[in-house]
């Protein structure tokens, strides 16, 4: 007996996602401080005492944004990945694009630490993790497990050569690039921040343009070209738009793949089937990520847990399950 929460219209759906988002934003900045709601509000909007300001502006919203905007991106990441691939199991972090993005972004801090270097090779080596993976599976339109296996092995490289930096480069290096092997909004460049919002907004129109198509072509090739659908050139653009958003993601807040697994499925079941997930994957993954930070933050106060861990920690479980429910291997 299927345990689906459908909703046949998108619309309360979308508002639901909005509101519990709003409620964990405003949880995260309010949360474990000696400020009341109301000067947690002023202080938002820069009114109030000094300590007050700083506190809000200065420590806790960047970091809510560097939550929100990368759970945003690996929930459309992963929901077009899938769509794509029509395999639940197909996600940038299982098929090594996190791995390669990782590796890239560690290589900026351990060798070319330089302005901007940090994104723009992580989107490099996302690119290349999917070039190799696609490339090596038959290109994104292959079907089955082949291309996870390949994803796999791509991974295990890439992460094996994050490994082989981290051991050659010195002390403090190494903790600088920590971060992003593990997973972590902890002091996040605002610089990175902006350039991903922007990236975000730009992708998340580009998903929306994509999502008519990659609907279409659920079903047979020939049906989708019948009706009008550009096939190559939607499974390139949906790999672009994937990459783009997985590398400023992993830029920003490191590895937290799991986000992508669990936000489009959730999206799914709260909506009526034929329709790909886009908005609802994006708010699920914001609630995810900021839900997960705070949970790291908190729960074993006043030692911080990495997001990254805690994601893991929840997803692996899941990925388990999914596994366990579906052997064969359900497509979409």
């Known amino acids: 007996m ?27 900045l309010h949360y474990a401080s000696d400020l009341t709601l109301g000067e947690t509000l002023s202080a938002l909007v820069g009114k109030g005492d000094l300590y007050g300001v700083f506190l809000i502006q200065e420590l806790r919203l960047p970091r809510i944004l560097a939550a929100v905007f990368s759970g945003m991106a690996l929930g459309v990441a992963g929901c077009l990945l899938q769509t794509l691939s029509r395999n639940r199991l197909a996600t940038p972090n299982i098929i090594g694009l996190d791995n390669g993005a990782t590796a890239f972004a560690v290589a900026s801090v351990v060798a070319v630490p330089v302005s901007l ?11 290349t993790a999917a070039a190799l993976a696609f490339g090596l599976s038959g290109g994104p339109g ?24 981290l051991a050659r480069a010195d002390m403090d290096s190494a903790n600088v690039a920590y971060p992003w092997t593990v997973g972590s909004l902890n002091a996040r460049s605002e610089e990175v921040i902006v350039w991903l919002g922007l990236a975000l907004l730009f992708c998340l129109l580009l998903a929306l343009y994509l999502a008519r198509s990659l609907n279409v072509m659920r079903l047979s090739d020939a049906v989708a070209t019948g009706l009008g659908v550009h096939i190559r050139r939607t499974r ?30 959730i999206a799914r079941r709260l909506i009526a089937s034929g329709h790909v997930p886009v908005p609802e994957a994006a708010l699920t993954g914001s609630c995810l990520m900021l839900l997960a930070d705070g949970i790291g933050q908190h729960a074993f106060s006043p030692i911080e847990i990495p997001v990254g861990l805690v994601t893991a920690l929840v997803g692996g479980p899941y990925l388990l399950w999914i596994l366990l429910r579906q052997p064969g291997g359900k497509t979409l």
């Not at 299927?2 to 995260?28: F, Q």
């Not at 990459?243 to 986000?259: H, S």
């Open 236 to 265: 390139w653009l949906t790999l672009t738009v994937t990459v783009v958003l997985t590398g400023f993601a992993v830029a920003l807040a490191g590895p937290v793949g799991m986000i992508a697994l669990a936000a489009p499925e």
């Open 2 to 28: 299927k345990t689906n929460i459908i909703i046949t219209t998108r619309w309360p759906v979308l508002l639901l996602l909005s509101g519990l988002l709003l409620l964990l934003v405003l949880a995260s």
């Open 117 to 127: 270097a940090t994104p723009a090779l992580a989107l490099v080596g996302a690119a």
């Open 142 to 165: 292959t079907q089955g497990y082949r291309f996870i296996v390949m994803g796999v092995g791509v991974g295990a490289v890439f992460g094996a050569l994050t490994n082989f930096m």
